[in-house]
């Protein structure tokens, strides 16, 4: 070959070489965590350092907008940050929750740096508390964690650990301050995707942009004298094969006065809903992605640390991924309004067959096996209810799923009515 019919070969392949090398400079500089690039840390921070304000100090647009979080009071339909008190925007509570503590205190949740102050400040805290309940209110934790060992730090008395805690919620309960990336901090998460067969460390960055909510945005329970923070996520983590595990265990959190029903109390299952296939999950959205929408401050693009409602913020919030941001957030309403009406519906149904059971045992004469029966599927009913109810978004981040739960939740309650209606003589 000559040397004219080489040349264009050799340029051809030079080309392909530095194409290749620049791809691999441009997905290696996207990797990268956006404050390392260049900017040089101003100070040491300490592994696990509870107080944010020292991270602030390396990191001052997350530090600036974590404290908006404090303040931000606005209210939307369902959710929003204002501490309205459920009991009385839906009175039907009162009964479904009676003898327990959220049938006398449940306020709406609000900002991350609220958390300590509210948790302090709920009627539902007593004496016999555990300090189990400060699990994901405060950054003091993963050190306490690592001092105490979650055991001891959960065997503790709510009022006696209370002395140790000192921080709201702050960037040692999602950051790593060596290398800031987002790490697994509760212990209980740890174990619970063990249990499962999944080690945190090998997901991927859009992974670890919802895991690391699940540090606290799931249903958990206190396992055994100990009080020990257990998510119920051996088995998988929808809403049978949560209810089988707390069936299995014999589990309750308390027995209905009404009805006599050992009863299971969800709280916020936020990952579990989202991640039961919903669409934007499937299509690989994070939780951060809504929540944490990336902002410009001048030449510096940032996440939001203001976590609130995306409907405060749509135009960011959905505004990256939805050109039309008004049909998006409409749709919202749509789903929040059918949901929170079969959710009112599934209510209706749970209290029917709480009265029916009530008065089918007040009756000595009745049936007692068919009324166990009744109080089974009571169980079974109010326990995927408050799947739904206890959740954050009023169905949005997974209407499917979630009418579906409702769906079954009503279907349960009807026929606990009916067994008990079936018991009397
Ligand atoms: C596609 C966007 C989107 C994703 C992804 C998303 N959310 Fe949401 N989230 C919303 C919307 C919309 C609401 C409803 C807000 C309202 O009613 O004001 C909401 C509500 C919430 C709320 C209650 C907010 C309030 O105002 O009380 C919490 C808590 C929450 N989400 C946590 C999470 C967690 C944790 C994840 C991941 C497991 C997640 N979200 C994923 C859009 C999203
Ligand atoms: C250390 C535990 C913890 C972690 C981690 C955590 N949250 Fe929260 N989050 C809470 C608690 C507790 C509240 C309620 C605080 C209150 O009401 O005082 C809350 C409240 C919220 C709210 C409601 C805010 C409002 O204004 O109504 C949203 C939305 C939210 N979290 C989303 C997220 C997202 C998204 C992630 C992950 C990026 C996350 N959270 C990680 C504990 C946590
Ligand atoms: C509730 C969890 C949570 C808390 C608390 C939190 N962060 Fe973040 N942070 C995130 C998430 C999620 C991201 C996005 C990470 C990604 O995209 O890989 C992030 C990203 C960052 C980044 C990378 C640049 C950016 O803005 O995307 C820095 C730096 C950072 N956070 C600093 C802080 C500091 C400092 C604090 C405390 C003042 C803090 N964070 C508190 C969850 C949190
Ligand atoms: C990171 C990208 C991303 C963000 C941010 C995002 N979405 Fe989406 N959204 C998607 C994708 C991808 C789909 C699926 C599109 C499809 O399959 O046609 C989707 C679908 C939807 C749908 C249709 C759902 C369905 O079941 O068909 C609605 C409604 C929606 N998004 C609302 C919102 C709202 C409201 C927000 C802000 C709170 C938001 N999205 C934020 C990526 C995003």
Redo the contacts with the bound molecule.
């Keep these: 070959m000559n040397r004219s019919k080489m040349i264009p070969i050799i340029l051809s392949v030079i080309i392909i070489i530095l194409a290749g090398a620049v791809v691999l400079l441009l997905i290696f500089m996207k990797n990268q965590?956006?404050?390392t690039r260049g900017v040089p840390a101003l100070i040491e921070i300490a592994a696990m350092e509870p107080d944010?304000e020292q991270?602030?100090v390396?990191?001052p647009?997350?530090?600036s907008t974590?404290l908006l979080t404090e303040s931000n009071n606005a209210r939307t339909a369902y959710g929003g940050s204002e501490p309205v008190q459920k009991l009385e925007v839906d009175p039907r509570l009162v009964t479904l929750f009676a003898g327990y503590g959220f049938s006398k205190d449940y306020k709406e949740d609000r900002g991350?740096m609220n958390a300590l102050t509210d948790v302090r400040g709920t009627a539902r805290v007593n004496e016999t508390t555990p300090g189990t309940c400060y699990s994901c209110k405060s950054?003091s934790n993963p050190m306490l964690w690592a001092e105490m060992g979650m055991a001891e730090y959960d065997k503790t008395l709510f009022s006696e650990l209370g002395a140790r805690i000192e921080e709201p919620?702050?960037?040692a309960?999602?950051?790593e301050a060596e290398t800031?990336r987002?790490i697994v901090t509760n212990p209980a998460l740890e174990e619970a995707l063990k249990a499962q067969g999944k080690d945190w460390t090998s997901f991927t960055?859009q992974e670890?942009?919802s895991v690391?909510?699940a540090n606290c945005h799931v249903e958990y329970y206190f396992k055994g004298e100990g009080k020990y923070l257990t998510f119920p996520w051996a088995g998988g983590t929808s809403i049978e094969a949560i209810e089988a595990y707390y069936d299995n265990y014999e589990f309750t959190d308390w027995t209905h006065p009404d009805s006599g029903t050992q009863m299971v109390k969800m709280q916020h299952p936020d990952y579990e809903l989202f991640t039961a296939g919903s669409t934007h999950f499937n299509a690989g959205v994070a939780c951060?992605d809504c929540h944490?929408p990336?902002t410009r401050d001048g030449s510096v693009k940032?996440?939001s640390?203001d976590?609130h409602s995306p409907l405060l913020n749509p135009a960011t919030a959905c505004g990256a991924c939805h050109t039309d941001v008004g049909y998006v957030t409409s749709q919202v309403t749509i789903i929040q309004d059918k949901v929170a009406a079969t959710m009112y519906a599934a209510e209706d149904a749970i209290i029917d067959a709480i009265a029916a059971i009530q008065s089918a045992d007040a009756n000595s004469r009745s049936d007692g096996a068919l009324i166990e029966e009744a109080r089974a599927l009571h169980r079974s009913a109010q326990l995927r209810w408050d799947f739904i109810a206890a959740e954050n978004s009023m169905g949005f981040h997974n209407p499917e799923e979630a009418l579906r739960i409702l769906a079954s939740a009503t279907d349960l309650a009807r026929q606990a009515q009916l067994k008990a209606v079936q018991a009397l003589p």
């Design positions: 965590p956006v404050e944010s991270w602030g390396n990191f647009n997350q530090y974590l991350h950054s919620i702050g960037c309960n999602c950051h800031m987002l960055r670890m942009r690391v909510c951060a944490m990336y940032f996440s640390h976590v």
